[in-house]
């Protein structure tokens, strides 16, 4: 049986993850109390009995318990996006072809939502030389409240009270309507971004959060003359890539409107393209609590355990 410590469990990922893996039988639970889950040596000894141990932390904290791991057999799992783009840590998106690589390793980095959704897309293109490393590209991701963290999720469910998600009349403004955020273009996803896809420049990223709580759909534009083989080689590039079966999946899709929460409540993404050979739409969509957050970490965790990845997850 895995002994599993969960470090930073009443966040909200640290709960998303317990309720995936609270009916597995082959996961044994490292808990602390109340009184000493903030205990820097009942974290120690905790981290330090696990067999895999996810930190759901802030960054610092997150650097912070990496340094109280002694035991060279702890494997860990970092939900922050402290170690994302460090080379010691695997970036634990297996679809990439990294899942032997995370099989292997004892530091595992939970990729971003906002990134998950870019690096999927992007990703395959420059690996197979259809798109240049070298492009200027351009991202918008809209995503659910709770991506926000515990004082987003408090702003907008005390604005809604009892009502329903559907009433949206009950909400305030500027909680009523889409906020772009990060406009300064640094948020903390974009080092990664473009360090995982290879890409020589940073995406121009922009990000915006919804009235509604969970769910993402995160898009990127082309023009034709970025890529070789026009929109068919990316459909098929993508649809190779990933096939139409797994956690990450392609589909040909038709739609005119995509809900941005659809995949809410699912571990899955799915992955479409749009448009013509003069101008093509790229769309991911999955949770921002699943495939971005806490079911990309059950997933890493079924790989360091050598259970089959998709154990526990709702696809």
């Not at 939970?110 to 259809?130: E, M, Q, R, W």
């Not at 403004?173 to 020589?200: D, N, T, W």
């Not at 990223?205 to 003359?225: H, K, R, S, W, Y």
Request: with cysteine; hydrophobic share 40%; proline share 3%.
């Amino acid at each position: 049986m895995t002994k599993v410590f969960v470090d930073g469990s009443s966040g909200t990922t640290g709960l998303r993850i317990f309720e995936r893996l609270q009916s597995r039988k082959d996961i044994e639970f490292l808990t602390l109390s109340e009184e000493r889950r903030k205990d820097t040596n009942a974290r120690k000894d905790a981290l330090n009995s696990a067999d895999v141990a996810i930190l759901c932390l802030p960054d610092l904290a997150a650097v912070e318990a990496v340094s109280l791991v002694e035991n060279a057999s702890t494997a860990l799992i970092d939900t922050s996006t402290a170690h994302r783009t460090n080379a010691s840590w695997v970036y634990g998106f297996s679809e990439l072809g990294l899942k032997s690589r995370i099989a292997a390793s004892k530091r595992v980095a939970n990729p971003g939502c906002h990134a998950s959704g870019f690096v999927a897309l992007i990703s395959p293109l420059v690996k197979s030389g259809i798109l240049d490393a070298n492009s200027l590209l351009s991202c918008f991701s809209l995503t659910g409240y709770t991506g926000g963290g515990k004082a987003m999720i408090a702003e907008y469910e005390s604005a809604l009270g009892e009502a329903t998600f559907k009433e949206m009349s009950n909400l305030p403004l500027p909680l009523a309507s889409p906020r772009v955020y990060a406009l300064a273009q640094s948020h903390k996803h974009i080092p990664e971004m473009k360090k995982v896809c290879g890409l020589f420049h940073a995406p121009l990223f922009f990000p915006a959060v919804a009235p509604f709580a969970c769910g993402m759909e995160v898009c990127v534009g082309l023009f034709g003359e970025q890529v070789k083989g026009g929109v068919k080689a990316v459909s098929e590039c993508l649809a190779e890539f990933y096939g139409d079966g797994g956690v990450v999946r392609f589909v040909k899709s038709e739609q005119n409107f995509l809900s941005a929460n659809e995949f809410g409540g699912s571990d899955a993404m799915q992955i479409c393209v749009f448009g013509s050979d003069e101008r093509m739409s790229l769309v991911a969509r999955f949770d921002n609590l699943g495939k971005g957050a806490s079911g990309a970490a059950v997933q890493n965790l079924n790989i360091l355990t050598g259970v089959d990845e998709t154990t526990g997850l709702n696809l």
